[in-house]
């Protein structure tokens, strides 16, 4: 692929001489105006008016690029989107240029744009991420344009990535780099012995240590001897390791947890600034959330999630040594044991004074009074997750447990019984809870006999596979026992945002008590399929009708038959709502793809004065007389909309019935 030049550009007159320097004069009414108030002026561009701007003449198309470099400092590079074609594009790239995305590229393609990036004068990015991307057969190249491309480069992200690469050759490529993620594909994932050793690299490693290097994410099995030890060893600085999130199916007798796990004391000896570990094929839970807004500033083991395959002991003795100075502790099961392993003596001698976050998964086994003796001992926790599959909440049990005067946010996993009023039972004791999570109950969730003090600062509720009883009346209905169960807690609190998924008897009962939470900002729910179409229709205008009232920001609403040209434009009324998505579910969903009305769908849009995001997952549009005469709907809304972005298209076009599209559709308000 040649490097175009100017004169390649169609909309630039070739017979012009180009002028330098450009007198402001040229530059047309903006030559009147002070650089800074022209700076400000492109600060609101994105890149293509950038390029609209460039293709007016000649003049602009030499100044445009001086005054828009903030809309260039992230490119975002995909497989055939023709940027070594498009010169103006070219002529905006610079130094300046900071962030670098580069997606679905071959490895021959991917090395090119890499070394036309430094061409192109790309030699400050400070950020690149490649995202299914190849490098199998060139390891060489790729790791020489890697190294040209990466003199100032301080975060690297390989993502979703086919096969194998040099990690050592890799992070010696790029000698300021801080942050490294490597996460495979699915395919490559499980695929045999393709991680088990160092691809051959001819080049030397021109570094000992990675001394800048503070967070590690492998997302990989790796082999601990020949692959990982190795980079542990030249990271002294090493703050965060992320080890693999899974495990692969083992195939043979000598691969097993243990010759995977890395010494919680080696790592230490290796990496003495270490305040988070997880351990290979432990849970991943602090990939994201904290790696980038989180950092103690002390040194010791603040994060630490393991697998309870490395042994009960050796987890036991390495809580003991970070007791001190560890905040978040995740444990889960990663191998099915033969006998269950009873934590129970562990939790009941345990003391974790500076625990704020604990994440118990899988099939650990203990009996609750330990553990809340344990938990008893951790007065700064803040975040409880139980998603075992073996203990019981007891009455006698949750007594022993004292006021938790910090605990927010309380997940339960198939817990069970949660019946009478066991769970109340268990809020009287968390005053300032403000997340609410149960899933997977086991038993009908009823209000209690008596009264009990509910947490007045709940913000969120979520539920999901869960049902309802109100204590056997069977004068209260199965849609009245859901709505009670919702009024009870908002009457109470103060909720944001309510979660239902997967949850019988959703429908206009519930729906008219969720539109009566006069603070609720978000929404997301399923409804029920079962009940009467007449009277769901009827209860969603009346349910959104009645959010007006409300301050709601966020709207998701799963399992729908049809979304009437009512319902739209009641929806484009909502004077706060900014997002609306009817996510794509037909294999779950009885009554297959949605219905939308599409001059609903426009009547929305031209209502809204708030709305920025709407998402349609395949979904009929219906009404086709008028959108047929722009193609598809698409176009219609491109052309009576234009303060808006479409983007997707119809994905079927012969449906049973001719007078219907499936429509994949996301729509984005341009903000200036």
Known sequence: MANPTDSEDPCIDSNVPAQQPLSMQQFGFLGTLPSDIILSIFAFFNQQDCLTCMAVCRDWYNVV???????????HVQRNDGITENVRQIRCLGNHVKNVTLEK??????????HMLVEWGCTKIRYLELSECGTSMNQELFLVVLRNLAPHLTELKILQHESSIPFLHVLDACPNISHFTFWPSIRARWRENMYDEEPFVKTKLSTTQFTHITYLCLDVV??????????????PRLRWFIGASTNKQPTHSDISYVTMSIDLDTILNWCPKLVCFQDNLSYNVWKDKFAYTTDTGDDGIHYLSQCQDYGLDQVALNLSKVRDTLEYFSLRVCVQPHEAIDWSPVFRTLQLPNLRALYLYDSIHFDVASFFTMFNHSPLMETLVLGCHHISLDTPAIETLQIMPRLRSLELFSIFPLKDDTLFLLLDRLPVLEQLMIRDSTVPLMLPYTNHQCPTQLKLLDLTSVTFDYHGDESITKEEAVAYFIQYFFTHSKIETVHLTNVPFIGAIALK????????????????????????????????????QTTIKRLQICRLQRVSFEVLEAIGSLPLLLEVSIPEEPLFSQSGFTRVDGLGLVQMLRKSRSLRDVALENVIVEHPEQVAYYDNLTALLEQEMPFYTISGSPQVKDFPSEESFIYELFVKRRIH
């Open 65 to 75: 690029p001086q005054y828009a470099k903030s809309a260039w400092t992230t490119i």
């Open 105 to 114: 590229l071959k490895e021959q393609d991917l090395c090119f744009i890499m």
């Open 222 to 235: 790796l082999n601990k001897k020949l692959r990982l030890d190795p980079i542990l060893k030249r990271c």
């Open 513 to 548: 008590t969720i539109a009566s939470i006069p603070t609720l900002k978000a929404c997301q729910i399923e409804l029920d399929e079962t009940l009467p179409l007449e009277d769901t229709q009827a209860g969603l205008l009346s349910f959104v009708i009645m959010l007006q």
